[in-house]
């Protein structure tokens, strides 16, 4: 857990460090408070609240730094399901956000599979990023509509790049609908958005070389 600062992971991982930046103390004992008032013992009934607040909310979010050849370097938000007002406040207490209340990152993993449960607009005015990433397959609406269009409003790098893992889900259209929303909307996601190509595992972002794997 992070206490009110940078929080160096003993993480032995060579070229790569890793910053913990939330939940805090304060912030687990509050989870932990409202984990004991909801929890129940039926395995389903507790699987529930997944997308409520317990275990969404204890995500861990941790900035890595990746170090290349030449001095470069590349930073990764890495969000798991946090809500963005906790993001926003671990990486102040982590003094990476600027006098204004910014910060850039190479790469941001957008929360809860870009759900608008989870994000506001000022979110991504604050947190930019050249690179955002959003894994979800259309499950519970996600990524919503109104995220996509934030990230397209909010961003200001030449060349950003919204990536997402699916265009598509026959056993949820929601997805499909959902990015259709998104780009009527806003028409300069086109130029933007990039789409796992079917059969591929995962998608692929180059932030210091090209991979070739």
């Given at each position: ?58 995500s861990l ?116 609908a959902n ?35």
């Amino acid at each position: 857990m992070a206490d009110g600062g940078p929080a160096m992971l003993p993480l032995d991982l060579g070229v790569l460090d890793v910053q913990l930046i939330c939940p805090n103390v304060a912030h687990l004992r509050k989870l932990s408070i409202e984990w004991e008032r909801k929890a129940v013992k039926d395995e389903a009934a507790t699987a529930a609240y997944v997308d409520r607040s317990v275990f969404n909310l204890s995500s861990l979010v941790l900035v890595v730094t990746a170090r290349g050849s030449h001095g470069r370097r590349a930073r990764m938000l890495l969000t798991g399901d946090a809500r963005g007002d906790h993001v926003l406040a671990g990486l102040e207490e982590a003094g990476m956000l600027d006098a204004e209340g910014r910060v850039f990152f190479d790469l941001l993993k957008v929360p809860h599979h870009g759900s608008d449960r989870n994000l506001e607009p000022a979110f991504f005015e604050r947190v930019q990023a050249r690179h955002y990433v959003i894994s979800a397959d259309g499950r519970h609406d996600n990524p919503s509509a109104d995220t996509l269009v934030w990230i397209a409003a909010a961003a200001r790098t030449r060349g950003w790049r919204l990536w997402l893992t699916n265009r598509s889900n026959p056993l949820r259209p929601a997805l499909a609908a959902n990015i259709a929303a998104a780009l009527k909307a806003a028409p300069k996601l086109k130029t933007h958005l990039r789409i796992r190509k079917g059969g591929a595992p995962g998608v692929m972002v180059d932030l210091l070389a090209k991979v070739d794997y």
